[in-house]
C-alpha cells in the first residue's frame, strides 16, 4: 500500500496557507509533568479537521468539485469540509450518526450543510451510496491520502515551532491525524521524534490493531460508550498501514482522565477542548508518556478539538475538579 510521503505533506502545507490558522503553542497546565499543548481548536472551525479538508477539497477536478461534496461524520470533519466547500461556492451533504452532538450538528447546519442522520454503522455505506447516486465526490474523514497530508500539517508547524520536541503527542480515531503528524516526523533527522497516539479505553482498536499486527475493528455499540464522541470510529487500511510504519506507540486513557484532562487545559491553560480533543494531554498528565524535566518543549500534545457540548463542558470544568493532575 502506497503511504503518503513528506513532499505531500509540504505540497500541502503550501496549499493551504491563508486557509486555515497556523495554531500557537502553549504552555499545559501546571503542577504536573512539563509540556506544550497544540490547540487546533483555535482553527475557524474548532479542530485540526479543517487541515485535511480544505487540502482534499482543493485538489479535487474542478468539475467534480462543482456537483457537490459528500462525507460521514459525527461533527468536526463535517464541519470543515462545509467550511472549505463554502469557501468555493460547493454544496456540501454530511452523513451523520445518530446521536451526534448537538453542537456539532447546529454547526454544520449553520455552515450550510446538508445533512443525513442515519444509524452509526450505516454512516458510511450511505455517503458511498449519496457519491455514487448523485454524483457527489466523497471526501472520506480520514482514509484519504490528501486529508492525511493536510493533517500532517500540523506535525510541521509542530517541528517549525518547537525545535527541542523529541515526542509529539496526538489523538487517535479513524487514525488520519496520527498518520500526518508520524509522516512529517519522519523529515527530522539526525534525531528521532516520537508519535505516540493516545485513544479511550472504551475505543481503543487502534492499540489492539497494533498489538496484534492486523487491523481490528471494534463495532459502534462498544465504541459509542465513550465521551469523547470525535473518535469513536475505527482506523481504516489506510491509517493502520501509517501507523504500523510510522508510530511509536498508541496508549490509552481512561474516562475519569480525559474529565480530567478537559478541567485541567480549561482551568491551567485557558483552552476548550471537547472530550477527543483532550486525549493528548490527558495521556501526557496521566503519565502514560514520558517528558522531560525542565525541558517543556521536548513533548508536545495537540488539542486536536474544541467543539464541546456545552452542558458536558460545564459539568466536566466544575470548580471542584480544578487542574487536578495525575497522583493528586
Known sequence: MELVTADDVRAAATRLEGR??????????????????????????????LRGAANAVALLDPHRRAAGVVTHSSGNHGLALAHAARELGV????????GAPKVKVDRMRACGARLVVVPPERRSAVARELAEGEGLALVPPFDDPRVIAGQGTVGLEILEQSPEVTTIVVPVGGGGLASGVATAAMTVRPRPVRVVGVEPELAADAAESLRVGRRVAWPTERTGRTMADGVRVCLSDLTFAHLSARVTEVVTVSEEEIARAVAALAHGARLVAEPSGALAAAAVMAGRVATEPGRPGATVAVVSGGNVDPVLFARLVRPERGPAMSGD
Open 91 to 98: 454544496a456540501c451533504t454530511v452523513v451523520v450518526p445518530e
Open 20 to 49: 486555515v490558522v497556523r495554531t500557537p503553542l502553549t504552555v499545559g497546565p501546571a503542577g504536573g509533568p512539563p509540556f506544550l499543548v497544540k490547540p487546533e481548536s483555535l482553527q475557524p472551525t474548532g479542530a485540526f479537521k
